[in-house]
């Protein structure tokens, strides 16, 4: 069972830099088994790989594990780990607006579990 949440992030600024408060790991471009969160191992999806504690992502909601589907309206299903990141760290975007796909908490226990 998966939900699929609308997060608002609002980018904190620091300096010259706004921040979002999390990494991705995935792309097309990278090796699908490496990652921890592909259920079957071949999703070259974009997935949340770290949070930053008291960062906006964390404040948004946005959790370890999801899966980036859209990025203010743009698909994030067919991208490269380079491409996505370009979406997310916009430098005229304040506000970023992520469409995501979430396992139920029980599913990834059990996975972490098993790998």
């Known amino acids: 069972m ?5 997060i608002e992030i609002h980018k904190l600024r620091q300096g010259d830099n706004l921040i979002l408060g999390f990494s ?8 699908p ?4 969160f592909s259920e079957d191992k071949t999703d070259k999806g974009i997935y949340v790989t770290r949070v930053t504690e008291g960062g906006p ?3 948004a909601g ?5 899966k980036i589907m859209q990025v203010n309206g743009w698909d994030m299903t ?7 990141r370009k979406r997310l760290t916009k430098r005229n975007e304040e506000v970023v607006r992520l469409l995501v796909t979430r396992q139920s908490l029980q599913k990834a226990v059990q996975q972490s579990m098993m790998s």
Do not use: F, K, R
Not at 2 to 6: E, G, H, Q, V, Y
Not at 33 to 36: A, D, F, L, R, S
């Open 33 to 36: 088994t490496q990652n921890p």
């Open 78 to 84: 067919m991208v490269t780990h380079d491409q996505a």
């Open 2 to 6: 998966s939900s699929t949440p609308l």
């Open 57 to 59: 992502a964390e404040v």
């Open 62 to 66: 946005l959790q370890i594990g999801d």
């Open 24 to 31: 991705i790991g995935g792309g097309i471009d990278q090796d």
